[in-house]
C-alpha cells in the first residue's frame, strides 16, 4: 500500500488521516490539518472563530451503525425464502442485530455527559466481528448457490 502512495506523491501521515475521514472516523482538527495542509492552531482559531462544533460521538457513532444495518438488511433481503440456509442465515442475522443493538445503547450512553466515551478499540473489534460475519455468510451462499448450479455436487 506504501508504495502506491509513493507513486501518487500522497505523504503517509496524509494518506492515513485521508482514510480515517473517509471511513467515517471523527474529524478533529488533527485530522483535517493533516488533509488540509493548514496548521492545527490556524485551524483552531478558525474553527473558535466561526463557532465549529464538531459532532457529538453518539451522532457519528449512530451514522455507522446506520451503515452496518444496511448490510445487515442486504442479507435479510438476499434470503429469498431458502430454506436450505434458513436457520443459520436467521441465527446469524439475529445475532448480528443484537450486535447493533448493544452499539445503539452505547451510543445513548454517550448522550448522558456523565457516561464515558465509547472505547474506539472494543467498537473496532465489534464492527470487525460483523464484517467477518457478514463474509461469512456470503461465502457460505455462495458455496450453496455454486453446489446447486453444479446438480448438487461438491466443486472440485
Do not use: N
Amino acid at each position: 500500500m506504501g508504495s502506491w502512495r509513493f507513486q501518487l506523491g500522497i505523504e503517509p501521515d496524509i494518506a492515513d488521516a485521508a482514510r480515517k475521514l473517509y471511513e467515517g472516523a471523527r474529524p478533529t482538527i488533527e485530522r483535517l490539518a493533516l488533509v488540509s495542509r493548514q496548521a492545527e492552531d490556524a485551524l483552531t482559531a478558525l474553527a473558535e472563530h466561526e463557532g465549529w462544533r464538531p459532532l457529538p460521538e453518539a451522532d457519528a457513532l449512530r451514522r455507522r451503525i446506520a451503515a452496518m444495518s444496511g448490510r445487515v438488511l442486504g442479507l435479510i433481503e438476499d434470503a429469498d425464502g431458502d430454506e436450505l440456509t434458513a436457520k443459520p442465515r436467521i441465527d446469524a442475522v439475529t445475532a448480528l442485530i443484537k450486535a447493533i443493538d448493544k452499539l445503539k445503547e452505547v451510543a445513548d450512553c454517550a448522550d448522558d455527559r456523565q457516561a464515558a466515551p465509547p472505547d474506539e478499540t472494543e467498537l473496532k473489534v465489534t464492527f470487525a466481528a460483523i464484517d467477518r460475519r457478514i463474509e461469512e455468510l456470503a461465502h457460505a451462499y455462495a458455496e450453496r448457490l455454486v453446489e446447486e448450479a453444479s446438480g448438487g455436487r461438491p466443486e472440485r
